[in-house]
């Protein structure tokens, strides 16, 4: 398995961004044995990495078989081996140097090659030393992250090659809205809690315990979540030269998020069937101009 050498330069943002951001990557260090060790994970081998994936996104991206793909903002990189058992050469890029060193066990478990690089991904040229990618995939739960999305997608502009493919698969702004999780005692009814539209800056989330399973956080609770609108994201993909090629909308969900949600024969999980239909999950596919 290769890797790549760690890095972290300073992406320019004002002070009070920055420290968000650094605070971000503490949150994502003190979270990684929890998730690594969690139930939810599974990667006692309970699950595998296709679970992870709605049947759509393979039908978007296409064969991978010996084409470049780079995960952005990887974690542990339960995803990131799906795309290496396709065939693909694959790179994982994450912020958290303790996520980028479990991932790197994980694929090595797995018999694997993948390239892991610890970077912020607004650093995500410099710190693949100008590697280019016929695929940059990202989301679930990635976005959130990012203050400033048109310069994001001018980085993975520059990250793909002529005729290269963005593929993001994220949860959707009404889905973030709604909460990452429900309250302790709340009842059955969606209520909004959060923007759908960004502009009011970052949303600061303190908690002793992250998403999944497992013991509280031992330090480094605090995190911060930028809210970004369908409509954001669409114009900085398209304000950087990328062009549209697909926006789906998905009620389907990797996890139960709400007690009362029914598993399909996909798998996956879905409000019941007397419930609204509402989209929980988006895919958007851009391709860059050759």
Same mark, same amino acid.
Not at 73 to 76: D, E, R, S, W
Not at 159 to 163: C, I, M
Not at 198 to 205: F, N, S, T, V
Not at 285 to 290: D, W
């Given at each position: 398995m290769t890797d790549q050498p760690t890095g972290s330069a300073s992406t320019g943002f004002d002070a009070a961004v920055e420290a968000m951001m650094r605070a971000n990557q503490s949150n994502?260090?003190?979270?990684? /044995?929890?998730h690594a060790a969690s139930a939810f994970y599974g990667l006692d081998g309970s699950r595998s990495p296709f679970d992870w994936f709605a049947a759509f996104e393979w039908a978007d991206l296409g064969d991978l078989a010996g084409r470049d793909v780079l995960h952005l #903002?990887?974690? =542990?990189g339960t995803e990131t081996l799906a795309f290496a058992h396709q065939g693909a050469r694959t790179w994982g890029l994450d912020l958290s140097g303790r996520s980028v060193e479990e991932a790197r066990r994980i694929a090595q478990r797995a018999g694997l090659t993948v390239t892991y690089v610890q970077a912020n991904v607004y650093d995500a040229v410099q710190a693949v030393r100008g #590697? &280019?990618?016929?695929?940059?995939?990202?989301g679930k739960g990635a976005l959130c992250y990012l203050p400033d999305l048109p310069r994001w997608a001018s980085v993975v502009s520059d990250? =793909?090659? /002529?005729?290269g493919l963005l593929y993001v698969v994220e949860f959707h702004p009404l889905f973030s809205s709604l909460g990452p999780k429900p309250p302790r005692g709340a009842g059955p009814e969606l209520l909004l809690r959060n923007d759908y =539209?960004? $502009? &009011? $800056?970052? =949303?600061?989330? $303190?908690?002793?315990?992250t998403y999944t399973d497992g013991p509280a956080l031992q330090d480094a /609770?605090? !995190?911060y979540e930028w809210a970004h609108g369908l409509g954001e994201v669409v114009? !900085?993909?398209a304000g950087a030269g990328l062009r549209i090629t697909a926006l789906r909308e998905s009620e389907l969900l990797p996890w139960p998020r709400w007690e009362r949600m029914e598993r399909t024969d996909t798998g996956w999980w879905r409000l019941p069937e007397a419930d609204p239909r509402i989209p929980l999950l988006y895919g958007l596919?851009?391709?860059? /101009?050759?």
């Open positions: 994502w260090d003190a979270r990684t /044995p929890i #903002q990887c974690h =542990l #590697q &280019r990618f016929d695929v940059v995939y990202t990250l =793909l090659r /002529p005729g =539209l960004e $502009g &009011r $800056g970052a =949303l600061e989330r $303190g908690g002793a315990h /609770p605090v !995190a114009t !900085a993909v596919r851009a391709s860059k /101009p050759e």
